[in-house]
């Protein structure tokens, strides 16, 4: 009885935590286009680190601003209180309780501030991975570029060094993932709606074991 009454409350618990999936791959993997998405179809909040980056780069005033700038541009990963300052007030502030976190975490700096502040309110459910050979995701980022996305970093040089960090640090970050069993991985190689259709699989399993 008592033992039930335990196990009552603690799947009350799970259920009120906020859920979270992460998103990583390299950059022009299609995170951004996947996540939109998925928002559609699974009234999940999409929190790109990055978007909420360039927004606080863009405040007149930011304290962080001109550090954010200098790092994006060079390929570098901003240090993890101002990223996981942002993500924490986001969430807080959609009143939601599932979140796509794009981008994030992208190296073990990310991954022992996400740690130490924030994984035990949270439920990680997985993360998905979007593989796709640096060739491929170079050619979307220049093609981004070239269509005016705009970005300090879509060109060939800042791209250099994003796919170094990406290599050094973020492949290690998805590694110690998978070894917890927690990667899903996608090929994204294909076009946005075929990759889709595998994102959409992964979601509906989720769905279909009770997790969303
Ligand atoms: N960035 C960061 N920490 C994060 C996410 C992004 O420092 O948690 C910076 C980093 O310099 C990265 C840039 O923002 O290269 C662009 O990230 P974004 O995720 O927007 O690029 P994508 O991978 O989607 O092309
Ligand atoms: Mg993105």
Redesign the pocket.
Known sequence: MVFGLRTIIQSIVTMAQPKVVFVL?????G??TQCQRIVKDFEFVHL????L??EERAKPGSEYGELIES??R?????PVDI?CSLLERAMQESGKNKFLI?????NQD?LDGWNRRVASKVKLLFVLYFDCPLEVCTNR?LSRGAAGSGRS?DNIESLHK?FN?YTSETKPIIDYYRNLNLVQQIDATKSADDVYDAVKQAFLELGASGDI
Request: proline content about 6%; some cysteine.
């Open positions: 791959g390299g950059p022009g993997a995170k951004g790109s680190a990055g978007d980056l360039r790092y994006i060079d390929g570098k990963i901003v990223t794009d981008g994030f975490p992208r990310n980022c970093d994003r960090t």
